[in-house]
């Protein structure tokens, strides 16, 4: 009979305490959510994001049991609040608002992140899209893509374009539009997207790349629309060209479409990922819910865990080495 050395034993004893728990951990993540979940926006409240936000955590309490909050951290292009939730606990009670801005455009925008955009963060879900609009300010002597772009290569430097921040889809867009033709402007770059708009409403900025989601503004004339960067026109805005519409897709040859995802910490045991994978498509498949999206112009995008993962690796391939090409660091 062979007798135990204490390292076995305590080996053993280890092994049979940890058997022991695995009931308690899965019963644990079975009756997940027990308690309320954070869900951080990188954004200000009352942008379009923030909408998103708001209408899909109201949906996630009904079908979870448990108030789902919404908390707005903006700040620095939405680094702020992903930075926070980087370093929440990987158990799924904090949850972000993520997508094609935050978690890819931004990695050409700084030199160095504070969190590692798919080593930190996995795609709970996807979410929704939203097409993007060239607006400008309603005196600008300007009515269409054209007239604009001539304008800015009569009087180079001269006139303005805001954003919500260094490395946003607004910035990239259309810092990539402005180099595609050969002009030039200076960019103005905003904490929030109300801030900017508010300023390119009152004249003190010249133009901006506004989301559908904004529609108002441009419906009723307060600003004036030029041309959406979708492959078709966008129900809400039926007269804006797209560009391929305008002519200059054979010099601007990317169509940008903002993505937004519910990410959770990267580690987050699967069958909680999986849990609010559920929620959030009983949400994409509410009528009201949907309604919501259509109004706000919104356009559903749901799908699996390995959907929202592939989509989310596949744009990260290709967007980054054209961001990091443009050179928008201080730009």
């Given at each position: 009979?062979?007798?135990?050395?204490?390292?076995?034993?305590?080996?053993?004893?280890?092994?049979?305490?940890?058997?022991?728990?695995?009931?308690?951990?899965?019963?644990?993540?079975?009756?997940?959510?027990?308690?309320?979940?954070?869900?951080?926006?990188?954004?200000?409240?009352?942008?379009?994001?923030?909408?998103?936000?708001?209408?899909?955590?109201?949906?996630?309490?009904?079908?979870?049991?448990?108030?789902?909050?919404?908390?707005?951290?903006?700040?620095?292009?939405?680094?702020?609040?992903?930075?926070?939730?980087?370093?929440?606990?990987?158990?799924?009670?904090?949850?972000?608002?993520?997508?094609?801005?935050?978690?890819?455009?931004?990695?050409?925008?700084?030199?160095?992140?504070?969190?590692?955009?798919?080593?930190?963060?996995?795609?709970?879900?996807?979410?929704?899209?939203?097409?993007?609009?060239?607006?400008?300010?309603?005196?600008?002597?300007?009515?269409?893509?054209a007239s604009l772009v001539a304008l800015l290569k009569a009087?180079?430097?001269?006139?303005?374009?805001?954003?919500?921040?260094?490395?946003?889809?607004?910035?990239?867009?259309?810092?990539?539009?402005?180099?595609?033709?050969?002009?030039?402007?200076?960019?103005?770059?905003?904490?929030?997207?109300?801030?900017?708009?508010?300023?390119?409403?009152?004249?003190?900025?010249?133009?901006?790349?506004?989301?559908?989601?904004?529609?108002?503004?441009?419906?009723?004339?307060?600003?004036r629309p030029l041309v959406i960067f979708s492959d078709t026109?966008?129900?809400?805005?039926?007269?804006?060209?797209?560009?391929?519409?305008?002519?200059?897709?054979?010099?601007?040859?990317?169509?940008?479409?903002?993505?937004?995802?519910?990410?959770?910490?990267?580690?987050?045991?699967?069958?909680?990922?999986?849990?609010?994978?559920?929620?959030?498509?009983?949400?994409?498949?509410?009528?009201?819910?949907?309604?919501?999206?259509?109004?706000?112009?919104?356009?559903?995008?749901?799908?699996?865990?390995?959907?929202?993962?592939?989509?989310?690796?596949?744009?990260?391939?290709?967007?980054?080495?054209?961001?990091?090409?443009?050179?928008?660091?201080?730009?």
């Amino acid at each position: 009979m062979s007798i135990l050395s204490r390292r076995d034993a305590a080996r053993l004893s280890l092994s049979a305490a940890a058997t022991a728990l695995l009931p308690a951990a899965a019963g644990a993540q079975g009756t997940f959510p027990d308690r309320p979940i954070t869900f951080v926006v990188p954004y200000g409240a009352g942008g379009p994001f923030d909408l998103i936000a708001r209408v899909v955590a109201e949906r996630m309490r009904q079908d979870l049991g448990r108030p789902v909050v919404v908390e707005n951290r903006a700040g620095a292009g939405g680094i702020i609040g992903c930075a926070s939730v980087a370093r929440a606990p990987a158990d799924g009670y904090t949850i972000l608002l993520g997508g094609l801005t935050t978690h890819i455009l931004m990695q050409g925008a700084v030199e160095t992140l504070p969190f590692d955009p798919i080593g930190d963060f996995a795609v709970a879900s996807l979410l929704s899209k939203t097409p993007l609009i060239l607006a400008a300010n309603k005196d600008l002597p300007v009515t269409d893509l054209a007239s604009l772009v001539a304008l800015l290569k009569a009087s180079p430097g001269r006139y303005t374009f805001a954003s919500a921040g260094n490395g946003t889809s607004g910035h990239v867009v259309t810092q990539y539009l402005v180099d595609a033709v050969g002009a030039e402007a200076l960019h103005v770059p905003y904490r929030t997207s109300a801030q900017a708009t508010t300023d390119l409403l009152t004249g003190r900025i010249d133009f901006m790349v506004k989301t559908t989601a904004e529609a108002e503004p441009m419906r009723n004339g307060s600003i004036r629309p030029l041309v959406i960067f979708s492959d078709t026109r966008a129900p809400a805005l039926p007269d804006v060209p797209t560009l391929a519409e305008t002519g200059f897709n054979n010099v601007v040859r990317y169509n940008l479409e903002p993505w937004q995802a519910i990410m959770v910490r990267r580690g987050t045991p699967d069958a909680i990922v999986a849990r609010l994978n559920q929620a959030v498509a009983a949400t994409a498949a509410d009528p009201a819910t949907r309604r919501r999206f259509e109004e706000s112009n919104l356009v559903p995008f749901a799908g699996s865990v390995a959907d929202g993962e592939a989509y989310f690796v596949a744009e990260n391939t290709r967007w980054v080495p054209i961001v990091r090409g443009m050179g928008l660091i201080g730009r």
